[in-house]
């Protein structure tokens, strides 16, 4: 796996607005619409007398704030032009996307679902950016349908959007956020080492902080899924004939719902250990367009394990540190302790068309 195409797909290998239904949860069943997302989901708040007082500033948050993109998958960002962190700083989000080689599949549901102008409007916002390679998790007929879907994709995508634009110690103290999807579609953010995760693990921040003209990106190795709307449940009374006897008859309630279809539990995410194990295996595909994306937390001075084998052979790995240092390139087997306390990202990738693999991972100390 070479370096430079691990870091220019480094955690490419999830996510993208898993527009097509198999992203956790996603309902590719609702009939489509031809309604746009309103401005009044997107609208933006005035920014408050508050925001304009003469409060002293606090030198490490500035500090912080000018230290710019941070996260494993920053290095993948092109280091100059429009798709750069300082070109994209120049323009909207839509058009900021469009020309970060990394967002080109998310950009295609947006044109799809007609939201560039949206996108590219006042703001201010906060968009959690699944990268390319989260579409190649989903099912290619399924994905098809969702690109076809207008109104299922449109409320996928717009569930990645907070209406206010924030940064990341922002969304941790928040915690839980409303989205421009409305019907009360929130979603949580946390941190778990020194990565933020959205919805407690259904995908982690690989880039924070990404800033452009009208809004601040997080790039997401995995496409989020809205909850599902609920079904509204007929509470009238039924009917009853007065002159004859009366029959009780039970309500009719709509009991379906849009139908769903899940990812496989192995499609890439964080290791979890068995209660009182510290060895864990997984199975998965690759392939030579895109990596498979593991994460596994860990304490400084513990010994992290890892080895990789396949049947087809020329299966890889890499291994990032929290600060998103390469401890391990293009390896089948790692072992030494770990620098530091955070989550540790494991990017699995083959120079096949397509490999089948077991990872094999154990921290002990």
């Known amino acids: ?21 198999t992203v956790g949860v996603v309902s590719a069943t609702t009939p489509p619409t031809t309604e746009p997302m309103g401005s009044e989901t997107m609208a933006s ?14 030198s490490e948050q500035m500090d912080a704030e000018m230290a710019g993109p941070t996260g494993p998958l920053c290095a993948a960002v092109p280091v100059d032009g429009e798709g750069s962190a300082a070109g994209m700083a120049d323009d909207p989000v839509g058009t900021a996307a469009s020309n970060n080689p990394l967002l080109s599949t998310l950009v295609a549901a947006v044109t799809a679902a007609d ?45 990645h959007v907070l209406p206010e634009q924030l940064s990341a110690a922002d969304l941790v103290a928040g915690g839980t956020f409303a989205t421009t999807h409305g019907h009360d579609a929130a979603l949580t953010v946390s941190m778990v080492g020194e990565t933020l995760v959205i919805n407690g693990g259904e995908a982690a921040v690989l880039c924070a902080e990404v800033s452009t003209a009208n809004a601040t990106v997080y790039l997401i190795d995995t496409v989020l899924t809205p909850p599902p709307d609920e079904e509204p449940v007929d509470t009238t009374e039924p ?63 513990q010994l ?39 989550l540790y990202a494991i990017e699995v990738g083959t120079g096949a068309n397509s490999a089948d693999y077991t990872l094999n991972v154990a921290i002990t100390g």
């Open 45 to 58: 708040q005035p920014m408050g007398t508050e925001m304009m007082g003469s409060a002293p500033v606090d």
């Open 239 to 301: 009917a009853v004939e007065t002159t004859e006897p009366v029959v009780e008859t039970e309500p009719v309630v709509e009991t379906t719902v849009p139908g769903t279809v899940t990812s496989e539990p192995d499609d890439g995410g964080q290791i979890e250990f068995a209660e009182g194990t510290s060895e864990a295996s997984v199975e998965g595909t690759t392939s030579n367009q895109s990596f498979d994306s593991r994460f596994v937390q860990g304490e400084a001075g």
């Open 304 to 342: 992290l394990e890892v080895s990789v084998a396949s049947a087809e052979g020329n299966v890889t790995f890499d291994v990032f540190a929290p600060d998103g240092e390469v401890l391990a390139d293009d390896q089948t087997s790692y072992s030494a302790p770990l620098p530091a306390d955070g």
């Open 1 to 21: 796996m070479n370096h430079n195409m691990r870091r220019s797909a480094v955690a490419v290998a999830v996510a993208a607005l898993s527009l097509a239904g």
């Open 115 to 159: 939201l560039g102008d949206t996108l590219n409007g006042e703001g201010p916002f906060t968009v959690f950016a699944p990268i390319n390679s989260a579409f190649d998790k989903i099912d290619p007929p399924t994905l098809e349908g969702m690109l076809a879907d207008t109104d299922a994709l449109s409320g996928i995508l717009t569930y």
